[in-house]
């Protein structure tokens, strides 16, 4: 599919942000290990968290939805499936699930589609095989065959930050004997943290105990990544000004604001809150004529490494230079998100210069009239989109349809705030 994008008039009015998927996914995992029955309220409609949906219902576990968007899951024990998990594109369901079917009474495999068959996943097969489990694959790749055994409490040092990684063990800590700790050189989105607290996990910090889960409902925050190209979007088209309703803002995730505010941008949250363990709240964004460039790096990527290509794009409009650094991970996400964003922002008229380990960006005109690749990448996509509403001239993006992966109500959102 190939979506032509051109340039935008102001962006006005009000929206509500899709549930996060980080959350869902875990509702989902959660509830389907917890004792008694779940109502997931706000559930993303997303072809990852559904992923995360088929996968346990193949694992036996019952659910329903009542409505579009409420989900009701019998948790309970896992069976064998008795074929292949099928993760499709999802990172998060891979890694994590390894870390529940590691310590259960049978065997699994998980399988991928070929994006997510490249990425790696040593970094939780090592840890895990630490604690007991026996998983085998390709090179550090999927497919994983998991033999379930028992397992033991570890103390592992991760020399990444990654939620995805310490969740996999903090998962597989709660079946194993004796305690399991897991530290990161900085601190990773704490999701998994806070909805196993909510669901009655005996768990401090980072550190989990053999627990037994409750169900619960769960009330799903919107999501911030998917507010982050709004928020970008927002702060480079000129006269907008519009309101982003029930946004998480869990500080493990608000980089994006952080850097918004360090670059000048007019930025407001309203109306604060929680709801199931996690703050929400909304956003106001404004147009901000006078951005300017800062120094992204160390403690600031956890905590935003999935909105570096859009604030790319946000940086091609700021005074000075924004330099990303300490980002090499994003080489590991859906496409090397590094040199791909580049080449591609290059071909619109952004000057951005790749970096081993991020990239450089300097206020430029984006002169459109170019046709972009997202490379399987909905982040890729989503960025490219904002970055033509700002072109002089139309953009062509081939491979539209895989913003459907995580945010399939896009480009509908974006055109309901033209008014």
Request: hydrophobic share 40%.
């Amino acid at each position: 599919m190939i979506k032509t994008v051109s340039f935008s008039k102001p962006l006005t009015g009000t929206i509500t942000i899709p549930a996060d998927k980080s959350v869902s996914h875990r509702a989902v995992m959660f509830s389907s290990i917890a004792n008694g029955k779940s109502i997931i309220k706000n559930f993303s409609s997303g072809a990852d968290c559904h992923s995360t949906l088929n996968l346990f219902k193949q694992l036996g576990i019952k659910s329903e939805f009542l409505d579009e968007k409420t989900l009701w899951v019998e948790g309970g024990n896992l069976t064998d499936s008795n074929s292949a998990l099928d993760c499709g594109n999802s990172g998060t369901t891979m890694r994590l699930v390894s870390g529940i079917l590691a310590g259960q009474n049978f065997n699994s495999v998980l399988i991928g589609d070929v994006s997510l068959s490249k990425r790696p996943m040593k970094r939780i097969i090592e840890p895990l095989t630490l604690m007991g489990a026996e998983i085998t694959a390709a090179d550090g790749h999927a497919p994983l065959a998991i033999k379930g055994c028992p397992l033991h409490g570890i103390e592992y040092i991760s020399p990444i930050a990654s939620a995805q990684v310490k969740s996999a063990i903090l998962l597989a800590g709660l079946r194993a004997e004796g305690k399991t700790t897991f530290n990161e050189p900085y601190v990773s989105r704490d999701h998994t943290e806070r909805l196993l607290k909510y669901l009655g996990a005996e768990i401090q910090g980072t550190t989990i105990y053999p627990s037994e889960l409750t169900a619960r409902d769960i009330d799903i925050v919107g999501d911030i990544s998917s507010a982050a190209f709004f928020i970008v979007a927002g702060l480079i088209i000129k006269d907008s000004n519009f309101i982003i309703k029930n946004v998480g803002i869990n500080p493990t995730r608000t980089g994006i604001l952080d850097i918004v505010k360090r670059m000048g941008g007019e930025v407001y949250i309203i109306n604060e809150r929680e709801i199931s363990g996690e703050p929400c709240a909304d956003i106001r964004v404004q147009y901000t004529e006078s951005l300017k460039g800062c120094v992204i790096e160390g403690s600031d990527i956890p905590r935003l490494i999935d909105e570096l290509p859009v604030i790319a794009v946000l940086a091609s409009q700021a005074e000075g230079e924004a330099i990303i650094k300490d980002a090499g991970d994003l080489r590991n996400k859906e496409s090397d998100r590094i040199t791909c964003l580049v080449k591609e922002l290059q071909k619109i008229g952004v000057n951005i210069e790749e970096r081993p380990d991020g990239f450089v960006v300097r206020k430029s005109d984006l002169t459109g009239n170019a046709e972009l690749e997202c490379y399987h990448d909905h982040r890729l996509a989503m960025s490219f989109y904002i970055a033509g509403l700002i072109s002089k001239k139309e953009i062509a993006i081939n491979g539209f349809e895989w913003t459907k992966i995580s945010f399939p109500e896009f480009e509908e959102l974006i055109n309901s705030l033209y008014n």
